[in-house]
């Protein structure tokens, strides 16, 4: 099967864990509590097929040292809000999605 991310945003990814692992971090999401799903794009181009969903949570996100277990941000105890935007692809007639963007909700 592969990864479920398309190419561009697995590249995105691995840069970023590189970078956060070079530097000794280890971001951590925790108690994550999904409050809407929403579905709201979804389409075809012709060669690929679209839907957009919408995600809103609440959930701990924050950094710490790999090493020490020191706080670098974030809060461990304070939820933040999070609205994400997931769009996910797939050729016409496949079962094949990938998901091909990740974009914050604007309030």
Known sequence: HGHLLGDTL?????????DMRAKGELNKLE???????ELVDAGSDGREDFVTV??????????????SGDLLSGSMTEPVKFA??????R?????????????EERS
């Open 84 to 89: 994400e935007r997931w769009t996910w692809a």
């Open 54 to 67: 919408l995600f809103t949570a609440n959930l701990l996100d924050y950094t710490v040292d790999d090493k």
């Open 10 to 18: 697995a590249k995105e990814y691995e840069q970023h864990f590189a």
């Open 91 to 103: 050729p016409v007639g496949t079962e094949d999605w990938k998901l091909e963007g990740i974009e």
């Open 31 to 37: 108690s994550i509590a999904i409050r809407q799903v």
